[in-house]
């Protein structure tokens, strides 16, 4: 049996790698019924040999760090998809399987499902950077905005 080799779609996730900062926007939701601005630091890493990324996001609003998530981003050869293992300051991540996604051009999407509900993010890349964007449903049926964000390098 051969050890696995660092694919084409592992390198893909190198993107992600770097510092960055964003500005975001809130959009009302069940935990925030105002919405609101906040600003963002992700610094994220090609580890584990080249087959992850690494991500740390740190979120502040009012000068108050607000939330704090780390996420591991992956591709799942077997089932032919990229993941997206997310764990964070609300508890979220111990219970859920990951996101699975897959890129579309220089957009890469993820779609999960968890007792708190469905999300959907999008990262689309572009010379500057990358946008982001979370869409939340209940039922799976009806997606609502949550907050997007345009991250540049830091």
Request: charged residues 20%; glycine residues 12%; negative net charge.
């Amino acid at each position: 049996m051969q050890m696995p080799t660092v694919q084409e779609q592992h390198k893909k996730l190198a993107r992600l790698a770097g510092k960055w900062k964003a500005t975001e926007k809130m959009f009302p939701n069940a935990w925030d019924q105002a919405g609101g601005t906040a600003t963002a630091r992700v610094e994220s890493r090609v580890d584990v040999d080249g087959f992850f990324v690494v991500t740390d996001y740190v979120q502040e609003r009012d000068g108050h760090v607000s939330y704090r998530g780390h996420g591991v981003f992956g591709w799942d050869g077997q089932h032919q998809c990229y993941t997206m293992h997310w764990f964070d300051s609300m508890g979220g991540g111990g219970y859920t399987l990951p996101a699975k996604g897959m890129w579309e051009g220089n957009t890469l999407f993820f779609q999960s499902e968890s007792p708190m509900g469905h999300g959907r993010y999008t990262y689309v890349f572009d010379d500057a950077g990358y946008t982001f964007k979370i869409d939340m449903s209940q039922d799976g049926k009806q997606w609502m905005p949550f907050m997007e964000g345009k991250y540049t390098r830091a």
